[in-house]
């Protein structure tokens, strides 16, 4: 599997937990946010590991143009790979035709993914 397969799988994987769970919004745009939640906190990560060993002297900033540029790009990309364009029902087709087996080391995969950015986050930002 691919980068780009191996992205539209991990939005496979919450687009349907989006559909299990009750909401007002598309679970394409759920989806879409969680992963944007997900890069967030890695690229977060990347600077308060860079606050604490690199330069302790940073001064970051939550509305800066360095916070903001990234996040703009992350939304845009979002936008153009999920919410306004349809390529990614194809994959899912490929995605549902996947055996139980597959499709359960996948989601253990995701889970682990999500685990190794959150708890890295955590560690990353108790630092200093």
Known sequence: MGIKEAY?????????????????FPSDF?????????????????????RDFVDPNHKWELVSFQTLVP??????????????????????KKFDKFSQEKNDNGTAIVGGIVIIVVTN????ASLK
């Open 8 to 24: 539209y799988y991990l939005f496979y994987k919450f687009y349907k937990l989006g559909e299990m769970s009750p909401s007002i």
């Open 30 to 50: 759920v989806a879409a946010v969680v992963i944007l939640w997900l890069e967030l906190f890695f690229l977060s990560s990347f600077v308060f590991y860079y």
């Open 71 to 92: 996040l703009i790009v992350l939304i845009v990309i979002k936008f153009f790979a999920f919410i306004n364009d349809t390529k990614w029902k194809t994959y899912f």
């Open 121 to 124: 986050f955590v560690v990353a």
